[in-house]
T-cell receptor, first 111, second 114 residues
Framework: DAKTTQPNSMESNEEEPVHLPCNHS???????IHWYRQLPSQGPEYVIH???SNVNNRMASLAIAEDRKSSTLILHRATLRDAAVYYC????????????FGQGTILTVHP | NAGVTQTPKFQVLKTGQSMTLQCAQD?????MSWYRQDPGMGLRLIHY???????DQGEVPNGYNVSRSTTEDFPLRLLSAAPSQTSVYFC?????????????FGQGTRLTVV
């Protein structure tokens, strides 16, 4: 499986935008980029995914570099509830629903 | 809509005891998986299933057994618990849209083996 690299931790202030980077230089042409987050004492939850184009949903935006070797999860206005561990995950081919988690980025949001 | 339900939420076992962690999903998903998460770490795949009657090993399968007799249920069995199995266990049910995977996770079972 292609590997992802994320910063260990990031900090933000409430109501400010947050840009969470992810490097995936060995991504293959069929790999989707997924983002999941894990709130304290909860299971991971899906945030967003993309293949080549930038994506928006009600939770966040995903900006994908033109060469697809990196991506950025954008939280437009961080809230205290967004404090979580954010995982950038690649999945492609016949994954059978399996996800490979790295250590993720711990996001701290200050009031 | 319950999604993925795991029971129990907390469990303390003595070394050598056996137990079954239950996982049930009501979304009619084909794929289900079990992960463990140790402190400060990401999740690691234990076992997974691509449908009723079909299971396979993940990254860390030793010490665990699974079976999938129905689409809804995917229990994880610890035959002889060891302190190294102290962890938080998550069950996931996955919907596959071609190459895109959307997983739904349970709330987790926090297991302590003493």
């Amino acid at each position: 499986d292609a590997k992802t690299t994320q910063p260990n931790s990031m900090e933000s202030n409430e109501e400010e935008p947050v840009h969470l980077p992810c490097n995936h230089s060995t991504i293959s042409g069929t790999d989707y980029i997924h983002w999941y987050r894990q709130l304290p004492s909860q299971g991971p939850e899906y945030v967003i995914h993309g293949l080549t184009s930038n994506v928006n949903n009600r939770m966040a935006s995903l900006a994908i570099a033109e060469d697809r070797k990196s991506s950025t999860l954008i939280l437009h206005r961080a809230t205290l509830r967004d404090a979580a561990v954010y995982y950038c995950i690649l999945s492609g081919g016949t994954s059978y629903g399996k996800l490979t988690f790295g250590q993720g980025t711990i996001l701290t949001v200050h009031p | 809509n319950a999604g993925v339900t795991q029971t129990p939420k907390f469990q303390v076992l003595k070394t050598g005891q056996s137990m079954t962690l239950q996982c049930a999903q009501d979304m009619n998903h084909e794929y289900m998986s079990w992960y463990r998460q140790d402190p400060g770490m990401g999740l690691r795949l234990i076992h997974y299933s691509v449908g009723a009657g079909i299971t396979d090993q993940g990254e860390v399968p030793n010490g665990y057994n699974v079976s999938r007799s129905t689409t809804e249920d995917f229990p994880l069995r610890l035959l002889s618990a060891a302190p190294s199995q102290t962890s938080v266990y998550f069950c996931a049910s996955t919907q596959s849209h071609g190459l895109f995977v959307e997983a739904f996770f349970g709330q987790g079972t926090r297991l302590t083996v003493v």
